[in-house]
């Protein structure tokens, strides 16, 4: 099993839609998570970090199921905008200061007008 | 403005011809870190610097090398390119440690004839 996966998509869906992306991993030790937005040829950029009790900045929410190893992004009222590749990064700690971080492979995203 | 840049963006090489891509950082960062991105396979780790003389490998570290002799700067040295490092760059830095946000570079695309 891959340590972190994701539905790779294209999600194509229309301006105003709710989409939700789900990201898996496989270390039970992981303990931050993040979502990272990456636009095509582009730099990824921080959407989102991702908290045990949930999170909601504006249209998205991102939330963590630990028993489930998974995290999801929610977003709602979809703009043309938020068109580009979705990565999701899990981190796992081994002690003195190393850390284990592990990009998905990203799920594209594509709004319709 | 907080910013980290790679130098060139774009190269085309040879097989065989050293060189070195150049990441330089103004936020007085601890952690910097070298990837590769490829399609289909992601973002992957090449190496990471935890801080001044202090680096470590991460997912794909061979045929590649770092220094980090200063805090602001890391470059990334391929000492006898192949094609099969023809790639996408990203050189990326962080305040301290995993759990904050990490600032990507704007990539340098390599390509190795």
């Known amino acids: 099993r891959k340590e972190v996966e994701q539905d790779p998509g294209p999600f194509n869906v229309p301006e105003g839609a709710t989409v939700a992306f789900n990201c898996t991993y496989s270390?039970?030790?992981?303990?931050?998570f993040f979502w990272y937005r990456q636009d095509c040829r582009k730099e990824p950029k921080l959407l989102m970090s991702?908290?045990?009790s949930g999170n909601e900045d504006g249209r998205f929410t991102a939330q963590l199921n630990r028993a489930s190893q998974y995290i999801s992004l929610l977003i709602r009222d979809s703009k043309l905008s938020d068109s580009a590749t979705y990565l999701c990064?899990?981190?796992?700690?081994?002690?003195?200061?190393?850390?284990?971080?592990?990009f998905g492979k990203g799920t594209k995203l594509s709004v319709i007008p | 403005e907080a910013q980290v840049t790679q130098n060139p963006r774009y190269l085309i090489t040879v097989t065989g011809k050293k060189l070195t891509v150049t990441c330089s950082q103004n936020m007085n960062h601890e952690y910097m870190s070298w990837y590769r991105q490829d399609p289909g396979l992601g973002l992957r780790q090449i190496y990471y610097s935890m801080n001044v003389e202090v680096t470590d490998k991460g997912d794909v570290p061979e045929g590649y090398k770092v220094s980090r002799k200063e805090k602001r700067n890391f470059p990334l040295i391929l000492e006898s390119p192949s094609p099969n490092q023809t790639s996408l760059y990203f050189c990326a830095s962080q305040e301290y440690r995993g759990t904050d946000t990490q600032y990507f570079g704007p990539g340098t695309r390599l390509t190795v004839l």
């Open positions: 990064v899990v981190i796992a700690y081994s002690g003195a200061g190393s850390y284990q971080l592990t």
């Open positions: 270390n039970s030790a992981s303990q931050s």
């Open positions: 991702v908290y045990s």
